[in-house]
């Protein structure tokens, strides 16, 4: 098992620094050099469980489809930017908005564990 979580946490850093996502970690946020990070997706509420962390506007869209994070965000925090979210690929479907410098340590429907496409509102490229 520990086997498996290593090979796993290794290829969703592989799919994450290919979309612009800065860093995946299993540790909580709090609990890292990276709390300082300019926005945060997480798989637990509360900031926990896997995470990707960036940046200023590391990318402007990214489908998360063929990331462990594809319908499993369970907690968002923006520092300082927006991000806004699809719950289908491609940019589809349930729209939403996550104000800067604010944290959902708790998603509720229809954003808990359905969200597949990100996009950075403003970033370049």
Do not use: H
């Not at 489809?65 to 491609?90: H, K």
């Amino acid at each position: 098992m520990r086997n498996m979580k290593k090979a796993l946490i290794a290829l969703i850093t592989g799919l994450a620094l290919t979309a612009g996502i800065v860093s995946v970690t299993t540790e909580t946020a709090s609990a890292t050099s990276q709390g300082n990070a300019y926005w945060k997706l997480c798989s637990d509420y509360y900031l926990d469980g896997t995470c990707a962390f960036g940046g200023y506007y590391p990318i402007r869209n990214s489908d998360l489809r063929s990331t462990a994070l594809n319908d499993n965000i369970s907690s968002i925090q923006t520092n300082f930017v927006a991000i806004e979210t699809w719950n289908d690929i491609n940019f589809k479907g349930t729209y939403g908005y996550f104000q800067p410098n604010y944290t959902w340590n708790v998603l509720t429907s229809p954003y808990n564990n359905s969200i597949s496409s990100v996009s950075f509102p403003g970033a370049v490229g």
